[in-house]
């Protein structure tokens, strides 16, 4: 339970916005039958197949699941490391 | 007149769908349209008690379907709406006595008769479940603001828009808006954002619900009850009105924790 301070600061989480981020995660899951594991395999292996053409940072690449109204949607954020330059051949 | 067939679904069982689906008939037949409500769990019926008709069943859908009675003689009129009737499933056999192309069969019979068809599911995503959408024009999905609740209700949307019957309309019933105030319940806002489907009736917590049940009267005759007045909303929407949702709760602001006593 939270305290009255937690109360008076609103700083505590409600069971109400609980239940909400913990059904976000689940419906994502649910909708796509992807698990977390499954989404970390994915980036592992995506990351593989780019870095035999670009040079990037595997620690800055992000891999989400996201939803606009009941359409899913997979976006991938790979930002490439300053002063890239092509490589030829 | 070409009846419309609404299919009132949940995929979790006890969110109070029967009772949706009785008093949603109800209202309907309270400015005079023809309603017949078929009860589409086979083996656990339940819309006969809810609607008061338990003491007048002869025959049921699975006879209707199997040959042995004519469709008239398996509808029973309601108690006091000449114009609603109801089809009772049967309770000793089980969803594979009937096909989806059955309740299709047996629709198509009905609709030159009535203005409208409702349809209770049973709880589950099986045979049960496409023999009651096979028919629908439109499908009410009924969820409480629970977890585990808006989890199934968002199960079944997906199926709904599968079976290409979609798109899915939400009843979110017994919401308690002190318990929504106090940040212990998932709001209407809260739902809705989750599931991604438009909504159609916020039926409250209500303790007339089961006490009107208990008599075998939807709480929708009852003037006085605010779950009767939100059923009276969902019908009048249904009939294409435009009725405002009442106000939404608003949460709560830090002065109001502040000099809330807890």
């Not at chain 1, 992000?62 to 991938?76: F, K, P, W």
Request: hydrophobic letters at 40%; glycine letters at 6%; charged letters at 30%.
């Amino acid at each position: 339970m939270p305290g009255w301070m937690d109360r008076i600061a609103g700083t505590h989480t409600s069971s109400a916005n609980l239940a909400k981020e913990r059904l976000k995660l689940v419906l994502i899951h649910d909708r796509t039958d992807l698990t977390s594991e499954d989404v970390d395999h994915l980036k592992d292996e995506l990351m593989q197949v780019i870095r035999k053409y670009i040079d990037i940072d595997p620690g800055e690449v992000s891999i989400l699941v996201n939803h606009d109204g009941r359409e899913q949607r997979l976006v991938a954020d790979v930002p490439l490391r300053a002063g890239q330059r092509r490589r030829v051949g | 007149m070409a009846a419309k067939v609404i299919t009132v679904t949940s995929g979790k069982g006890g969110v109070g769908k029967t009772t949706t689906t009785a008093n949603i008939a109800v209202a309907l037949s309270m400015d005079g349209a023809k309603v017949v409500c078929l009860d589409g769990d086979i083996g656990l019926r339940n819309l006969d008690v809810v609607m008061g008709l338990e003491n007048r069943i002869v025959y049921d859908l699975v006879d209707v379907v199997e040959g042995r009675c004519r469709l008239r003689q398996a509808m029973i009129r309601d108690k006091q709406n000449s114009e609603l009737y109801l089809i009772p499933a049967a309770q000793t056999r089980d969803k594979n006595a009937i096909s989806p192309s059955d309740m299709v069969r047996l629709c198509d019979e009905l609709r030159p008769d009535f203005d409208w068809i409702l349809i209770d599911s049973p709880a589950g995503i099986e045979r049960g479940f496409r023999n009651v959408i096979a028919p629908a024009d439109i499908v009410l999905v009924v969820t409480n603001p629970e977890v585990s609740a808006v989890r199934d209700a968002d199960r079944i949307i997906g199926l709904v828009e599968s079976e290409e019957k979609g798109p899915a309309r939400l009843v979110i019933n017994r919401l308690n808006s002190s318990m929504v105030k106090r940040g212990d319940m998932l709001s209407v806002d809260d739902v809705t954002e989750l599931l991604a489907i438009s909504l159609i009736g916020i039926v409250p917590e209500d303790e007339s619900v089961i006490s009107s049940a208990n008599r075998g009267q939807p709480v929708v005759n009852d003037t006085k009850s605010r779950a009767g007045m939100a059923f009276r909303d969902i019908a009048r929407r249904l009939r294409g009105e435009d009725v405002p949702f009442p106000p939404m709760e608003v949460k709560d602001d830090f002065f109001k924790k502040l000099f809330r006593v807890n």
